[in-house]
């Protein structure tokens, strides 16, 4: 398996995406592939990095309720 990545067997891979897709296509992929990266190294940096505290949530103290004065049936 450590002989995998020579210098030769990248040429052959190179001349293998020119012919399969083109000499137009190729930026297009590259950037593609770049942009996607990209993304996934962001991704895992998002995982792999705990969240930051949130703030404390200050609780309002409640207002006290009107006095109640007791209402008289009217006859």
């Known amino acids: 398996m450590g002989d995998l990545l020579q210098p030769w067997h990248l040429v052959v891979l190179l001349v293998v995406a020119f012919l399969v897709f083109g000499a ?34 200050q609780q ?4 006290p309720a009107p006095p109640t004065t007791p209402v008289e049936p009217k006859s």
């Open 24 to 57: 137009k296509r190729l930026p297009e992929l590259g950037k593609g592939l770049g942009e996607g990266l990209k993304g996934f190294k962001e991704g895992l940096k998002g995982v792999t990095e705990p969240n930051p505290p949130a703030p404390p949530v």
């Open 60 to 63: 309002q103290a409640a207002a």
